[in-house]
Each structure stands twice: as structure tokens, then as C-alpha cells.
């Protein structure tokens, strides 16, 4: 079973630019997460979907950072314009089912480090 | 409050040494889980345990829910344990989601 893709692995931008970077969860899960990981402390919920539906998103700086899942199925996460506070990785992970559902099990990709200049 | 909290936050040791981490939760969240991080940043799920114990090969998790904490054993070390250990925990109220402790930094040496 092919695992959560994600691409590109690195990127290094100067702040004030924009970047985007792209998930493919496993075949089947509908719950999609984007994480931001930065150096030094555990991984930080964004975004999370059901489907191509959101459903928490309180952690998201939506004054920059979007997020989508068309057709429920690959998601994209985008910040436009970076802050040099956004250097990290970005994790995206997905599981069956929503992660309060009991015996959930989330599995994350290989993470997209971000460098901003 | 801080709602998952993690020690020690670093732990060096030799091949062959077993190794205990903690984590207390608060009762903001629930349904405890254990991950590693490799050095290469891979994230994977060792345990979900919301309570009892559980084991899988050196490895092995107790979580006391009535008191609120998680401790995972490692046995037997081996150099590829090394990486991070989070614990994290889903949250009680609103949209339920994962919310990871610090982390504890293991490093095993030869």
C-alpha cells in the first residue's frame, strides 16, 4: 500500500513570496491534515478535511496560508505572501476516519521543509 | 493550559539500556497516542492507547487514564531508536484533533 505522497520535499523562497505545496493521502481516506512543524516542538494542526469539506481550520493564518481538497481527494496548501516565522516543515497526513473516531490511526507523508530567506 | 506534556526532554543512552518517557495529559484531551520521529523527519504511529497497556515487540505503552498519564518503554535499545517520541492526545471539546506534546529526543549510541 502506496503511503501519504508529498512534494516538493524542500523548498527555499525569500519572504514575501509565495509557495505551494502538495499532498496525496493513501488510497480511500477521507480525513486529509496539514501540519506545521516547526524546529524544535511537536507538529501543529492547520487544517483538516472530510472529504473536500473542512472541518477545523481554527489554526490556519488565513490572513496568508489557504488550503484545498478538490474532489476529496489531493489537497494543496499555499502561503502567499511568507513571513521568515514560517520556516518549518509542513506535514500532511490522512486517516479512515475523522480523528475523534475511536482507533483512529493517522499516517503522516515525508514532510516539505520550508526554508524562508 | 499546556494540555500534553513531555519528559525528559532529551535522553541520551547506550545500545542495550532500556528507557522510560512520560507523558501527562490534561483532561482537555483524550484517546492518547505514542509516534516516532526519525532523524529524517518520518512521522510514524507506535501506539494508540487511550488506556491499559499495550506492546509490540521491545516496545511497549501503559496509559493510566484516571490519573492522566503515558509512559512508553523501550527495551533493549538499538541505535535506530533513536529520533523524537511524541505523545499527543485528542481533544475533548469543539473539532476533535491530534495535539502533539514537545517531543523527548532520544539518542541511542553504539
Known amino acids: 500500500e502506496a503511503g501519504v505522497a508529498q512534494s516538493p520535499r524542500y523548498k527555499i523562497i525569500e519572504k514575501r513570496q509565495s509557495v505551494a505545496f502538495w499532498c496525496n493521502p493513501i488510497?480511500?481516506?477521507?480525513?486529509l491534515y496539514w501540519y506545521q512543524q516547526i524546529l524544535g516542538q511537536g507538529p501543529k494542526l492547520l487544517i483538516q478535511?472530510?472529504?473536500?469539506?473542512?472541518?477545523?481550520d481554527s489554526q490556519l493564518p488565513k490572513d496568508r496560508f489557504s488550503a484545498e481538497r478538490l474532489k476529496g481527494v489531493d489537497s494543496t496548501l499555499k502561503i502567499q505572501p511568507a513571513k521568515l516565522e514560517d520556516s518549518a516543515v509542513y506535514l500532511c497526513?490522512?486517516?479512515?476516519?475523522?480523528?475523534?473516531?475511536?482507533?483512529?490511526?493517522?499516517?503522516f507523508g515525508p514532510g516539505t521543509r520550508l526554508t524562508v530567506l | 493550559g499546556i494540555q500534553v506534556e513531555q519528559s525528559p526532554p532529551d535522553l541520551i543512552l547506550q545500545e542495550g539500556a532500556n528507557s522510560t518517557l512520560r507523558c501527562n495529559f490534561s483532561?482537555?484531551?483524550?484517546?492518547l497516542q505514542w509516534f516516532h520521529q526519525n532523524p529524517w523527519g518520518q512521522l510514524i504511529n507506535l501506539f494508540y492507547?487511550?488506556?491499559g497497556t499495550k506492546q509490540n515487540g521491545r516496545l511497549s505503552a501503559t496509559t493510566v487514564a484516571t490519573e492522566r498519564y503515558s509512559l512508553l518503554y523501550i527495551s533493549s535499545s538499538q541505535t535506530t531508536d533513536s529520533g523524537v517520541y511524541f505523545c499527543?492526545?485528542?481533544?475533548?471539546?469543539?473539532?476533535?484533533?491530534?495535539?502533539f506534546g514537545q517531543g523527548t529526543r532520544l539518542t541511542i549510541n553504539p
Open positions: 497526513a490522512s486517516s479512515l476516519k475523522l480523528a475523534g473516531s475511536s482507533s483512529n490511526t493517522q499516517y
Open positions: 488510497s480511500g481516506h477521507a480525513t
Open positions: 478535511f472530510q472529504n473536500n469539506g473542512v472541518v477545523d
Open positions: 483532561d482537555s484531551v483524550n484517546n
Open positions: 492507547i487511550p488506556s
Open positions: 499527543a492526545g485528542i481533544t475533548r471539546q469543539g473539532a476533535q484533533k491530534l495535539v
